[in-house]
C-alpha cells in the first residue's frame, strides 16, 4: 500500500482539496482501491466524502490516529491512501508524516504562503520522507506564479503540473464530486490528470 499525506502549516493552502482531487483521479485511472483519511478537526474531507454518491474512494475512520487508520486502510485492502492533515504543528502531523511514502504540500503562490512553507519543509526533513510542493490556485499570465516555483524549488522538488484558480474546483464539492468529474476533458481535468501522472511517477521513484 502506498501513502500519499498532504500536509502545510498554512491554512486555507488547498490540502482538502488535493487530497480529493487526487484521490478521485487514481480510483479513475485504476490506481485503487483508493481509500482517504481525515486527521484535520474541521473534518472537510469527512464532509466531503459524505455528500458524495461515488463509492471511490472508501473513507477509513481516523478515530484511533495515523498508524491504526493506515493500518485499517491496509486491512480493507486500500492500495493508495490519501491522508488530509490539519494545519496546526499537531502531533498527529508529525506521526503520519513519518508515514508517509511521499509527502504533498500544496502552496499559494502568495507572499504569505511563500513565508509559511518552512516549516512543513523541516517536518519532512526532520521525518526523512521525500516531499513535493503542489503550486495551487494560480492566475493566468501572474508574474508571482513563476517566481513562487523559482522560490519554493529553493526548498525541494516543484511537481511541474499546477493547479489553477478554477470555480469549478470549489463548486464539484458541494455534492462531493471533483472538477474533473464536473466538467470532464475541461482544463481542470487536464490538469488534474497531469498532476496525477506526475505524483504516481515519483511514488513509484520512491519505491524503487
Do not use: C
Not at 17 to 36: D, F, H, I, K, M
Not at 37 to 61: F, H, K, N, Y
Not at 121 to 144: C, S
Amino acid at each position: 500500500m502506498r501513502t500519499l499525506v498532504v500536509a502545510s502549516r498554512k491554512g486555507g493552502a488547498g490540502k482538502t482539496t488535493l487530497a480529493t482531487l487526487l484521490a478521485v483521479e487514481a480510483a479513475r485511472v485504476g490506481a485503487g482501491p483508493v481509500a482517504v483519511i481525515d486527521l484535520d478537526p474541521m473534518q472537510g474531507l469527512t464532509l466531503w466524502w459524505e455528500a458524495r454518491a461515488e463509492e471511490a474512494p472508501s473513507l477509513v475512520s481516523a478515530a484511533g490516529g495515523p498508524t491504526a487508520a493506515l493500518a485499517a486502510a491496509e486491512a480493507s485492502g486500500a492500495r493508495l491512501v490519501l491522508v488530509d492533515t490539519p494545519p496546526a504543528a499537531a502531533p498527529v502531523v508529525a506521526e503520519v508524516v513519518g508515514l508517509a511514502d511521499l509527502v504533498l504540500v500544496p502552496v499559494q503562490p502568495s507572499p504569505h504562503d511563500l513565508r509559511a512553507v518552512g516549516a512543513t519543509v523541516e517536518l519532512a526533513r526532520r521525518a526523512k520522507r521525500p516531499m513535493v510542493f503542489v503550486v495551487n490556485r494560480t492566475k493566468p499570465r501572474v508574474k508571482l506564479t513563476g517566481e513562487a516555483a523559482i522560490s519554493l524549488s529553493q526548498h525541494g522538488t516543484v511537481a511541474p503540473a499546477m493547479l489553477a484558480d478554477r470555480a469549478a474546483y470549489a463548486a464539484a464539492a458541494i455534492d462531493g464530486r471533483t472538477a474533473p468529474e464536473l466538467e470532464p476533458g475541461g482544463a481542470a481535468a487536464i490538469e488534474v490528470t497531469s498532476l496525477w501522472t506526475y505524483v504516481a511517477s515519483r511514488l513509484v521513484e520512491e519505491l524503487a
